[in-house]
């Protein structure tokens, strides 16, 4: 079973992983816990979104910086997709990681 989960945005493909040490950078970052942020994802959506993209690549895809998470999130949202769909990618890839059980809503 795969431990990562695969991010496509033009026509590349990122393997996203969620580990401890990518979950301490991504906390680091944004000043606060994961759960913190996930719960109150309204007040800071994009910074939240683009922070976890970017820790969750840090594993597999070494020195991504936080200006090219950003980047592809702005690629993502430009080939058509929405914020919507990109925080369901996320949800998958927590699942992957065994953040949460699949089906879990959070």
Aim: charge should be negative; charged fraction near 25%.
């Amino acid at each position: 079973m795969n431990k990562f989960y695969t991010f496509k945005v033009n026509n590349e493909e990122y393997k996203l992983r969620l580990t401890a040490s990518a979950i301490m950078s991504i906390e680091k970052k944004l000043g606060k816990s994961l759960f913190s942020a996930l719960e109150n994802i309204q007040e800071n959506m994009v910074e939240t979104l683009t922070t976890i993209l970017w820790g969750a690549m840090q594993p597999l895809n070494a020195g991504v910086t936080i200006e090219k998470a950003i980047a592809l999130f702005d690629d993502y949202i430009d080939d058509g997709h929405s914020i919507e769909d990109f925080m369901l990618e996320i949800k998958a890839m927590f699942e992957t990681s065994g953040f949460f059980k699949k089906g879990q809503e959070k």
